[in-house]
Nanobody, 115 residues
Framework: VQLVESGGGSVKAGESLRLSCTDPGFTSNGCAMNWYRQAAGKQREWISTIRADGSRSYADSVKGRFTISKDKAVDTVYLQMNSLKPEDTAMYSC???????????WGPGTQVTVS
């Protein structure tokens, strides 16, 4: 079973969404997990990373609005997105970093549309 995202949808500016990414085994393997996004006609953009030790990083474009977290019990990574803007509209993908015992893997993505 490979990782899969959920939680995308259509919202209005200022509203919130929470994306989920379930990836069985990523906690026990010590994998770093990431969120990327790609808007139509634009380059893919890195959004956030959460590492095995729990440390987190964010792109400047989302810092202060988005929060990445993980629930080890269910091998799920979350991206809480607050104060959404139309420019946040994109396909959001969960990505397992290729490092150590972890093979890199991209999820199919979930669409977020902000109007």
């Amino acid at each position: 079973v490979q990782l899969v995202e959920s939680g995308g949808g259509s919202v209005k500016a200022g509203e919130s969404l929470r994306l989920s990414c379930t990836d069985p085994g990523f906690t026990s393997n010590g994998c770093a997990m990431n969120w990327y996004r790609q808007a139509a006609g634009k380059q893919r953009e890195w959004i956030s990373t959460i590492r095995a030790d729990g440390s987190r990083s964010y792109a400047d474009s989302v810092k202060g609005r988005f929060t990445i977290s993980k629930d080890k019990a269910v091998d799920t990574v979350y991206l809480q997105m607050n104060s959404l803007k139309p420019e946040d509209t994109a396909m959001y993908s969960c990505v397992r970093s290729a490092l150590g015992r972890c093979a890199g893997y991209w999820g199919p993505g979930t669409q977020v549309t902000v109007s």
